[in-house]
């Protein structure tokens, strides 16, 4: 799976590129889906029945599954972008949010900085879990212990990560909050995509008209962060991070080992 993750992560770095205002969700779509066809891979969000784009990007207070569409980039815009890639077979999925800057309004921009890093936190802190956990549902209990800790802030619970593989939504769930059940073991084999959903404000969401964006019912923003990662003999392995995740894993005192 590693080169459907490095490849996941290369269309993603694309986008993170090309996105400033004036720039738009379509033109960004367009180059996420050209990276992956010629690394020979096929976006996978477009195996999802009724999907056609490559990338779900999320403005605001939309969350996730946000359709690309020609409305441009704004200055302040907190944009969420999600994507994937299928690549001989198997699946990465990833996920990153920005803030785009805004001389006129400071205070939002920061407040709107401060949800994307506790949203990228959440998700190191989850994978930091993953790397010393015994079963899988230890991972959301660090996420929303963590997150607590940080202030006011709500977890998304009406969606949750995922095993990924041959599908790129696969068993088992993956929690970002605490349950009562304790999940699969974990061992060499299990590949999950970690996606810590964190708003602003409260968690309820509703789905516009277009059938796929889930917004907040309260309108307060939202990030979104997202990797796959692998568990291997060695031990755990950051697919959709080009340097396995040894950056945002030094600060845990764990470093990735690269697989095989
Ligand atoms: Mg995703
Ligand atoms: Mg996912």
Redesign the pocket.
């Known amino acids: 799976m590693r080169a459907a993750g490095e490849l996941t992560a290369a269309a993603l770095a694309e986008t993170r590129r090309l996105l400033a205002p004036g720039a738009t969700p379509l033109e960004l779509d367009a180059a996420a889906e050209r990276v992956i066809r010629d690394g020979g891979g096929i976006p996978n969000f477009q195996l999802v029945p009724g999907y056609r784009h490559t990338l779900?990007v999320s403005v605001d207070d939309d969350v996730v599954h946000g359709i690309p569409g020609d409305r441009p980039f704004r200055a302040g815009d907190i944009v969420s972008v999600?994507?994937?890639a299928e690549l001989d077979g198997w699946n990465g999925?990833?996920?990153f949010t920005v803030v785009l800057p805004d001389v006129a309004r400071p205070d939002v921009v920061a407040s709107r900085e401060e949800l994307s890093r506790v949203t990228e936190q959440a998700l190191w802190v989850g994978i930091a879990a993953l790397a010393r956990a015994s079963h899988l549902n230890d991972v959301g209990a660090e996420i929303e212990d963590f997150v607590r800790g940080e202030g006011a802030y709500g977890i998304l619970t009406d969606y949750v990560g995922h095993g990924i593989g041959r599908s790129m939504h696969e068993e088992p769930p993956v929690f970002n909050y605490r349950v009562d059940r304790r999940g699969p073991a974990v061992k060499p084999g299990l590949v999950v995509?970690i996606?810590p959903m964190i708003v602003a404000g409260s968690i309820d969401t509703f789905t516009r008209d277009d059938d796929w964006t889930v917004t907040t019912s309260d309108g307060a923003d939202a990030a979104h962060w997202?990797h796959s990662v692998a568990v291997h003999a060695g031990g755990i392995w950051v697919l959709t991070a080009p340097d396995g995740g040894a950056a945002g894993l030094a600060p845990f005192g764990i470093r990735p080992a690269p697989i095989g």
């Open positions: 779900c999600d994507g994937g999925d990833s996920a995509a996606e997202e």
